[in-house]
């Protein structure tokens, strides 16, 4: 592939799609998890997070089965929900972490003054946990921005490549040579994004890895 083509061709809607799909899901979860009493609970919990045991790689053909069953393979779409999956463990325990941070006489109290559950969980609940929805937004992009074996896999049309794959492609000549020039370029270019997030989101990011970490 043209480098000129690689560049027109690049497209980050797989990781913005990962971490809107990761947060709306994890904060969900993790508030359900928090805050609600249902048989199972522990249990559930337990296998949610049970699930960052299992290797990536040992799962990759029962994945590509599932999506073309569902016609997903070779589209940004599944190739988000394979994303969603594996960061949902991470971020359900962040969060479920970061609301059991918060006093439930926050909630009471708004309950007294006529605000509705679902009002307190988006007025209130939402804005004291936004660390923990930052961090869990920090690593949903960075592990889809950087990821490369299940895009590798799961993805042949050359106008869905992600970053990591068209690197790949627009840096092997012939005969297996490599354009190191190009290599380390794009990594280069690929890298800003990650580091600009990274330092305007820093404060916050340490903050919700530590939200629940120490309960009194």
Same mark, same amino acid.
């Given at each position: 592939m043209p480098i000129k083509q690689a560049k027109e061709d690049r497209q980050p809607s797989e990781a913005l799609g990962t971490v809107i799909g990761t947060i709306l899901l994890s904060t969900l979860a993790g508030y359900g998890f928090s805050r609600f009493q249902f048989p199972g609970k522990d249990i559930l919990f337990i296998a949610i997070l049970a699930t960052?045991?299992?290797?990536?790689?040992?799962?990759?053909?029962?994945?590509?089965?599932?999506?073309?069953?569902?016609?997903?393979?070779?589209t940004l779409f599944g190739l988000i929900l394979v994303y969603i999956t594996?960061?949902?463990?991470?971020?359900?325990?962040?969060?479920?972490?970061?609301? +059991?941070?918060?006093?439930?006489?926050?909630?009471?109290?708004?309950?007294? +003054?006529?605000?509705?559950?679902?009002?307190?969980?988006?007025?209130?609940?939402?804005?004291?946990?936004?660390?923990?929805?930052?961090t869990v937004s920090l690593f949903a992009f960075f592990n889809a921005w950087n990821e490369f074996l299940a895009a590798l896999i799961f993805m042949? +049309?050359?106008?869905?490549?992600?970053?990591?794959?068209?690197?790949?492609?627009?840096a092997s000549g012939q005969y297996g040579s490599i354009n190191w020039g190009v290599v380390q370029s794009g990594v280069t270019v690929s890298m800003l994004p990650c580091l600009i997030l990274f330092l305007l989101l820093q404060r916050y990011y340490v903050s919700g890895l530590a939200a629940g970490a120490v309960k009194a």
């Open positions: 960052l045991m299992i290797p990536f790689q040992s799962i990759l053909i029962p994945l590509a089965l599932v999506l073309r069953t569902l016609h997903l393979q070779n594996f960061q949902l463990p991470f971020g359900v325990f962040v969060m479920r972490n970061a609301f +059991d941070s918060v006093p439930k006489e926050l909630e009471e109290a708004g309950l007294i +003054d006529g605000c509705t559950p679902w009002n307190i969980f988006y007025r209130v609940m939402l804005s004291i946990v936004t660390p923990g929805i930052i042949t +049309d050359s106008s869905k490549f992600t970053i990591p794959v068209m690197l790949l492609t627009a």
